[in-house]
């Protein structure tokens, strides 16, 4: 004997729709998350994504306290992932670092969807000619003609997220946690 469920009716319909939305629940449950990558494989996975990019986004807070994301061309992130950014001392950006050392830097190509990553850390302002000279490049005497308006922006790692959908670092099935590490202090 068949049972068939009428369409017609209003409880009929919100029972359907009761049971797709509260589905989910109960199969959460028999989900397990993803083991965590290791932390090599998580900053090798990064530096592939990164490598792709010549630019990336350097996300700063304002002083009304809202994120500016603009478009940098950082340099290849260091053997601590720390990377290096040139800019003009005139920026927003500038002043806004000097007011909240807190930054992140997005790294994606979404027109050939190889994932991302997201290194969220503390920015330093660099103005030594000493590390201005190891990172010059043939541009700046251009951009740059006055030296003394050019600074370096410093991001000193201390957490990262990465999607790599070639390596198949994925975000985790039940809480959607994208794989991460931690730098500094462990």
Known sequence: MRHR?????????????????ISPLFCAGQQRATPAPGRDSVIAAAREIIGAQQYCALVTIDSSGHPRAR???PFPPDSDMVVWIATSTRTGKVREIR???RVCLYYA????????????????LVTENSEK??????????????????????????RMEVINYKRGMLNDPLTWAAPSVRFGAQ
């Open 99 to 101: 007011n909240d050392s």
């Open 133 to 158: 000279l190891k990172r010059k490049r043939a541009y700046w005497d251009q951009a740059f003609p006055d030296w003394s308006l050019l600074v370096l922006i410093k991001v000193i790692p201390e």
């Open 109 to 124: 190509d979404h027109s050939q969807a190889t994932g991302y990553v997201s290194i969220m850390g503390k920015a330093m």
């Open 71 to 73: 478009t940098v061309n």
């Open 5 to 21: 469920i009428s369409t017609r009716s209003p409880h009929s319909l919100l029972f359907i729709l009761l049971l797709i939305v």
